[in-house]
C-alpha cells in the first residue's frame, strides 16, 4: 500500500461518520450516568441483533455519511469503503462477525459501514493522522489492602472527544461460550476499549506510534477476544504476541496492560510486525505505570504534544512519584489516582505546552475512566472527565452510583 497517496479526506470524512447522532442521553456533560446494556443470546448473531436493537437511535446516521464518502472522497489507492472493511475482515473472529451481521441487520446500517465503524482507530493509525488524536494512561496497583487485591485502572483521552461523547456505553456480554464480561465501548463495537471478565482479568489499551501498521484484527475486538476466551495474563500474552495458543494478527500499533486477579501483570507492545513484552510481578511494593508518553525503546513513543524524550520521562516520573507511591492503598485511593491525572494543581510539564498539567487541561479530550477490582469482579466507571464527574459501580448483576 503507497500510504503517500492517502489523504486527508477520508478521514474528515470518517470523523463525520462516527458523529452523525441525534440521540443524546445526558444533558449535563459533568453528570453522566452511564448507559448499560446486557447482551446475551444463544448465538453470536442473535446477541448481535439484541445489542444493535438498543444503539439503533444512535448508529442510524452512519450510512448517510459511508454514501458520501464513498461518492466523493479519495479513498485507499482508490479502495471502496466495502474493499477497506474487507481488508480487516480478513482477520476478524468469526464471533464478531456475526454479531456484527446480527448489529447490522438490527440497526438497518449496512454490514460494511459496521466494520468500518468497529475498525475506526485501526484504520486513523492506518492513515497517519492519528498523532493528535489519543492520549490514554492506565496503571496497576499491588499494595492494596481490606481483601481488594490487585486494582487496575484506566483513563481515554481523545482530543477529538466531541465526535465520541454521545456515543460511548457500557456492554456487559453473557456469551454462549466464553466468559461473561464488562466494558467500555462504542455504540457499534463488539470490542471494547477498556474490559475485564468474570475471571478476574482486565485489560486496557494505549496507542502508539509506528509505521509498522496495515490491515489485521481491530483492536477493541482483540479485547474482547482476549477476555472471552482467556483467563490468566499468561494466556492472554501468548494469544497477543502469537504465541502458542493462538494466532492474531495485528491492524495497528497498540500498547495492552493484562493484569489478573493474582497480581500478575504485563505489558504488550505490538504492530503489525513486532512485539515487545514487559513482566511486572506481584510484590508488596510494586506498582505499574504506563503512558502513551512514555513506552520502551523499542516503539516510538506516542505523545499528545511533540517535545523532546526528557518530556515524557517527566510524565512518568510525576504519576510515579507523586500519584501512585503510597502505603495501604485503597479503592478511595485509586479512584484519587485517577483523577489527579486532571489535576491541573499539580505541577506539570512545562514542555507540553499547557502549565501545570499531566495531560490534558482538565476540561476537554476525556471520553471515560475505568477502574476494575479484579479479584471481586465489579469495576467503577465514569463516562466523562473523571476529575469532575461521578464513577458508578458496575458488577455482572448490578449498577449502583454514583458512589466517588
Given at each position: 500500500?503507497?500510504?503517500?497517496?492517502?489523504?486527508?479526506g477520508i478521514?474528515?470524512?470518517?470523523?463525520?461518520?462516527?458523529s452523525?447522532?441525534?440521540?443524546i442521553?445526558?444533558i449535563?456533560?459533568?453528570?453522566?450516568?452511564?448507559?448499560?446494556?446486557?447482551?446475551?443470546?444463544?448465538s453470536y448473531?442473535?446477541?448481535?441483533?439484541m445489542?444493535?436493537?438498543?444503539?439503533?437511535?444512535?448508529?442510524?446516521?452512519?450510512?448517510?455519511?459511508?454514501?458520501?464518502l464513498?461518492?466523493?472522497?479519495?479513498?485507499l489507492?482508490?479502495?471502496?469503503?466495502?474493499?477497506?472493511?474487507?481488508?480487516?475482515?480478513?482477520?476478524?473472529?468469526?464471533?464478531?462477525?456475526?454479531m456484527?451481521?446480527?448489529?447490522?441487520?438490527?440497526?438497518?446500517?449496512?454490514?460494511?459501514d459496521?466494520?468500518i465503524?468497529?475498525?475506526?482507530?485501526?484504520l486513523?493509525?492506518?492513515?497517519?493522522?492519528?498523532?493528535?488524536?489519543g492520549?490514554?494512561q492506565?496503571?496497576?496497583?499491588?499494595?492494596?489492602?481490606?481483601?481488594?487485591?490487585?486494582?487496575?485502572g484506566?483513563?481515554?483521552?481523545y482530543?477529538?472527544?466531541n465526535?465520541?461523547?454521545n456515543?460511548?456505553?457500557?456492554?456487559?456480554?453473557?456469551p454462549?461460550?466464553?466468559?461473561?464480561?464488562?466494558?467500555?465501548?462504542i455504540?457499534?463495537?463488539?470490542?471494547?476499549?477498556?474490559?475485564?471478565?468474570?475471571k478476574?482479568?482486565?485489560?486496557?489499551?494505549?496507542?502508539?506510534?509506528?509505521?509498522?501498521?496495515?490491515?489485521?484484527?481491530?483492536m477493541?475486538?482483540?479485547?474482547?477476544?482476549?477476555?472471552?476466551?482467556?483467563?490468566?495474563?499468561?494466556?492472554?500474552?501468548?494469544?497477543?504476541?502469537?504465541?502458542?495458543?493462538?494466532?492474531?494478527?495485528?491492524?495497528?500499533?497498540?500498547?495492552?496492560?493484562i493484569?489478573?486477579?493474582?497480581?500478575?501483570?504485563?505489558?504488550?507492545?505490538?504492530?503489525?510486525?513486532?512485539?515487545h513484552?514487559?513482566?511486572?510481578?506481584?510484590?508488596?511494593?510494586?506498582?505499574?505505570?504506563?503512558?502513551?508518553?512514555?513506552?520502551?525503546?523499542?516503539?516510538?513513543?506516542h505523545?499528545?504534544?511533540?517535545?523532546?524524550?526528557?518530556?515524557?520521562?517527566?510524565?512518568?516520573?510525576?504519576?510515579?512519584?507523586?500519584?501512585?507511591?503510597?502505603?495501604?492503598?485503597?479503592?478511595?485511593?485509586?479512584?484519587?489516582t485517577?483523577?489527579?491525572?486532571?489535576?491541573?494543581?499539580?505541577?506539570?510539564?512545562?514542555?507540553?505546552?499547557?502549565e501545570?498539567?499531566?495531560?490534558?487541561?482538565?476540561?476537554?479530550?476525556?471520553?471515560?475512566?475505568?477502574?476494575?477490582v479484579?479479584?471481586?469482579?465489579?469495576?467503577?466507571i465514569?463516562?466523562?472527565?473523571?476529575?469532575?464527574?461521578?464513577?458508578y459501580?458496575?458488577?455482572?448483576?448490578?449498577?449502583?452510583?454514583?458512589?466517588?
Open positions: 500500500m503507497n500510504k503517500k497517496k492517502i489523504t486527508s478521514f474528515i470524512g470518517i470523523l463525520l461518520l462516527v452523525i447522532s441525534s440521540s442521553w445526558y449535563d456533560k459533568y453528570n453522566v450516568k452511564p448507559r448499560i446494556i446486557d447482551v446475551y443470546g444463544d448473531y442473535e446477541m448481535g441483533l445489542y444493535g436493537s438498543q444503539v439503533k437511535n444512535i448508529v442510524s446516521g452512519i450510512g448517510e455519511v459511508a454514501n458520501y464513498e461518492k466523493g472522497l479519495p479513498l489507492n482508490g479502495s471502496t469503503l466495502e474493499e477497506i472493511a474487507q481488508g480487516y475482515l480478513a482477520y476478524t473472529p468469526n464471533w464478531a462477525i456475526q456484527m451481521w446480527g448489529i447490522a441487520n438490527s440497526t438497518g446500517v449496512d454490514f460494511y459496521i466494520v465503524l468497529n475498525a475506526f482507530a485501526d486513523a493509525q492506518l492513515l497517519m493522522l492519528m498523532v493528535y488524536m492520549c490514554s492506565f496503571a496497576m496497583i499491588n499494595n492494596t489492602y481490606h481483601g481488594l487485591g490487585p486494582i487496575f484506566r483513563t481515554l483521552d482530543p477529538a472527544h465526535i465520541f461523547d456515543w460511548q456505553i457500557i456492554v456487559r456480554y453473557d454462549p461460550n466464553g466468559n461473561s464480561m464488562i466494558g467500555v465501548t455504540a457499534g463495537w463488539v470490542g471494547f476499549l477498556s474490559g475485564m471478565n468474570n478476574g482479568v482486565s485489560m486496557g489499551i494505549s496507542q502508539i506510534s509506528s509505521e509498522e501498521v496495515e490491515y489485521g484484527c481491530p477493541g475486538i482483540i479485547i474482547t477476544d482476549g477476555l472471552m476466551n482467556y483467563n490468566n495474563t499468561r494466556d492472554i500474552q501468548q494469544y497477543l504476541t502469537n504465541g502458542s495458543i493462538s494466532s492474531i494478527y495485528h491492524a495497528g500499533a497498540w500498547c495492552y496492560f493484569t489478573d486477579k493474582t497480581g500478575d501483570a504485563c505489558i504488550v507492545e505490538i504492530t503489525s510486525y513486532n512485539n513484552t514487559n513482566w511486572h510481578s506481584d510484590v508488596s511494593t510494586d506498582h505499574l505505570v504506563i503512558t502513551n508518553h512514555f513506552v520502551s525503546s523499542e516503539m516510538i513513543p505523545s499528545f504534544v511533540p517535545g523532546p524524550q526528557e518530556s515524557t520521562l517527566y510524565r512518568k516520573q510525576v504519576l510515579e512519584e507523586y500519584l501512585l507511591i503510597k502505603d495501604n492503598f485503597d479503592l478511595k485511593d485509586a479512584v484519587e485517577v483523577r489527579s491525572h486532571y489535576d491541573i494543581t499539580i505541577n506539570g510539564d512545562p514542555g507540553q505546552g499547557y501545570n498539567c499531566i495531560c490534558n487541561d482538565g476540561s476537554s479530550g476525556t471520553m471515560h475512566a475505568f477502574i476494575a479484579v479479584a471481586h469482579n465489579y469495576s467503577l465514569c463516562l466523562t472527565n473523571p476529575y469532575r464527574a461521578p464513577f459501580l458496575v458488577s455482572f448483576t448490578e449498577v449502583i452510583g454514583p458512589v466517588a
